[in-house]
């Protein structure tokens, strides 16, 4: 699991931020949204603007270098930030996988080109590389299984745990075992996001047709009873065309392309169906980020999705929002709320000195300035 990520120098946060899901509260309801320790769900709120979308993209960062999923470039222009006269971007993750600890960190000149880079396994260097103006290439490990391996590395746009990963046979020890579960677990990661500009990172390669795909696999029943259970009365069909399936909505006296005249929440709908199947059948998403997830939905709608997300106790749920009508202890707790602003990110049980209890109308106490 994802204990904690620090930034610097990345798109808009100029000096370092910090998310850590690692300080939880020893409330005794929704016990399910806490896992090993560490939050496993999560609501990050904040003003227009702040970086909601760049932490997203921040935490995703590590996916193009260690991983061969999707991954849009294209969303990493303007890489370092603006203001800021530093030449790199650095970043610092913390996983926690049962009782052992990863922390991994690296500096970026920009998305590809990967400059110091360093692995710890319970507090033990794994592996290391200087690609600075020092000028240094070479790999130090302590990895069993690397001895023979050719540590002159002076292409920086390779990662050295790609490439470790891809050219070491190693040893069948623990730390090795932690080693690939980390790289495991950044290869399951997955963010998705539902606006204008639809675009995943990570999980997966290539691009879909989202209604070909739910036919294809079967899905297309309950998804007719998915939308109508969320308040979209309709009656479903599918149809071959040139490039797969497709689907069509049935009325009295004629059937119309399900793309044609589905509203923006609909089709954020249909695209959080897709990939929430995905994620549950296939169990092998551990990571699962959603940004302004319920930028279309009504608020009901908004609650219905997140106790959906919460049935998915295997897969580490973060989630953006604005809607605060889903800041509830029916939903979550206070130490899985998170206020983000331009320089910090803090839990909303961190936010104040009042004991905070199960009884409490959390959105009241927000919208009355009780949280600073």
């Not at 260690?66 to 303007?78: A, C, G, L, W």
């Not at 103006?133 to 023979?148: F, P, R, V």
């Not at 297309?220 to 109508?228: A, H, M, P, S």
């Amino acid at each position: 699991m994802l204990k904690k990520i620090e930034i610097e120098n990345f798109k808009s946060f100029e000096k370092r931020i910090e998310f850590d899901l690692s300080d939880v509260r020893g409330y005794s309801f929704n016990k399910e949204c806490i896992k090993n320790e560490i939050v496993n769900k999560a609501i990050i709120y904040g003003y227009n603007g702040v970086g909601k979308s760049n932490l997203a993209l921040g935490v995703f960062d590590i996916v193009s270098h260690i991983t061969d999923k999707r991954f849009p470039n294209y969303k990493y222009v303007n890489y370092l930030n603006a203001n800021s006269g530093e030449k790199t971007a650095k970043f610092k993750y913390e996983f926690k996988f049962d009782d052992s600890l990863v922390v991994y960190e690296y500096e970026k000149s920009d998305n590809e080109t990967i400059l110091d880079e360093k692995l710890l396994i319970n507090n033990n260097l794994f592996a290391s590389i200087k690609r600075g103006d020092t000028n240094e290439h070479l790999l130090q490990t302590t990895a069993k299984g690397c001895e023979t391996l050719n540590k002159n590395l002076t292409n920086s746009n390779i990662s050295i745990i790609k490439y470790i990963k891809s050219n070491a046979v190693l040893q069948d020890n623990r730390e090795n075992k932690i080693f690939y579960n980390f790289i495991d677990f950044v290869d399951s990661m997955l963010l998705f996001r539902n606006l204008d500009d639809r675009f995943y990172i990570g999980y997966d390669q290539g691009t879909k047709s989202l209604t070909n795909e739910i036919v294809k696999n079967g899905y297309l029943e309950d998804f007719e009873k998915f939308l109508n259970d969320v308040g979209i009365r309709c009656k479903l069909a599918k149809i071959k065309d040139t490039e797969g399936w497709d689907i069509n909505f049935i009325f009295e006296n004629k059937k119309i392309p399900f793309v044609e005249v589905a509203s923006s929440g609909t089709i954020s709908l249909t695209v959080f169906y897709y990939w929430y199947q995905r994620v549950k059948r296939n169990n092998n998403c551990k990571f699962l980020f959603i940004d302004e997830f319920d930028a279309f939905y009504h608020h009901s709608l908004s609650k219905t999705v997140v106790e959906r997300l919460k049935e998915l106790y295997d897969v580490q749920v973060i989630l953006s929002t604005h809607n605060t009508s889903i800041m509830s202890n029916d939903i979550l707790r206070p130490d899985c709320y998170f206020f983000m602003y331009e320089d910090k990110i803090t839990s909303l049980a961190k936010s104040t000195k009042k004991e905070l209890r199960e009884a409490h109308n959390i959105e009241k106490m927000y919208r009355a300035g009780l949280f600073g």
